[in-house]
């Protein structure tokens, strides 16, 4: 096997000068450096990466910890950081909840994390974080010299949800919530009812798990409830699809019968029937953003810069009466 010792020898230099070339280290000549290259392409040597690494305590690995893979939301998200990378010295390792998660955090084979997996405890992450091991956290608001938060402006979104209900003349509304444990449903769910309180409405809640077959079910719960509302606020539109599904088999009209709002703007939300109105974001940005403060931190010590990511309403056809359409997506 080809050492860097060989390749010092053919080159004429001292293995620390080889050593400062392959590394791309240390004050050496351009003529030098040009010998030493030469040298290793002819001894076809390429440098012991593990070793290095173990020197250096660097993996040049990014780790991103989500909770699935399923769905355009996480898709997004990752193409966002994946188009960041390509332009990096760094590599992309992805793990979905499981088993796996705790042993490449604790063993340190990722230099940083992204982290959107609601399963890793808090905990964790605040023993994990550290000036060696930097987090960019996107599902909850965690405070630390090492962690960053950038969270989705939930609230904005929401905001203009309601209104546009309110203002569409909705006064009997309710809410299809997601997963209990998420911060994006909790910080949505008590912004609308604010909102509501705020109007005098009380708000019937309505419990999913941002499943489809969850805003279904919810559908029929409400039906059973026998007092249907003019409107429903979905936390995600994979539940407002599961829910109009539900309607359309009970021969309720949307929105004529009943206003349908989601969140996220997936794909699919502007292809159902009718169009879902939701609140949108650009996911892809959220992921540039996340991984660039990430590789800020790690390559230059930038200090972490704590931000929401914006959202805004989308008018689509299922919450729209009276022809009072704006044109907020071209569909």
Partial sequence: MTTIRDVANRAGVSVTTASYVLNNTGKISVATRERVMQAAAELNYHPNAFARNLKYRKTQNIGVF???????FYE??????????????????????????RRILFHRQVDGAIVFDS?????????????????????????????VPLLLDNP????????????QGN??????????????????????????????????????????RSGYEAGQAIWEAEELPDAVFCANDQMAIGFIDA???RGLR??????????????????????????????????KLAVHQLIDFLEQGTPFREQRIPTHFIQRLSSTRNGNLIDSDGV
């Fill in 247 to 249: 309607a359309k088999e």
């Fill in 171 to 212: 006064r009997k509304m309710c809410y299809v919530a997601g997963a209990s444990d998420s911060f994006d449903n909790t910080e949505r769910m008590e912004t609308f009812l604010d909102l509501a309180k705020d109007h005098g409405l009380k708000i019937p809640i309505y419990q999913g798990n941002f499943t489809e």
């Fill in 156 to 167: 904005q979104g929401v905001r203009e949800a309601f209104n546009h209900l309110y203002g």
């Fill in 76 to 101: 997004d998200i990752l193409e966002g950081i994946h188009s960041v990378i390509l332009n990096t010295s760094y590599e992309l390792l992805v793990c979905p909840e499981s088993r796996s998660t």
């Fill in 66 to 72: 989500i909770s699935r893979f399923g769905g355009s």
């Fill in 119 to 147: 399963k890793l405890a808090t905990e964790a992450v605040h023993k994990l974080a550290s000036s060696q091991f930097p987090i960019v956290i996107l599902d909850r608001p965690l405070q630390g010299e090492y962690i």
């Fill in 254 to 287: 949307i929105p004529e019968d009943i206003a349908v709002v989601g969140f996220d703007d997936i794909p699919l939300a502007r292809y159902v029937k009718p169009p879902l109105s939701t609140v949108g974001t650009s996911r892809f940005e959220w992921g």
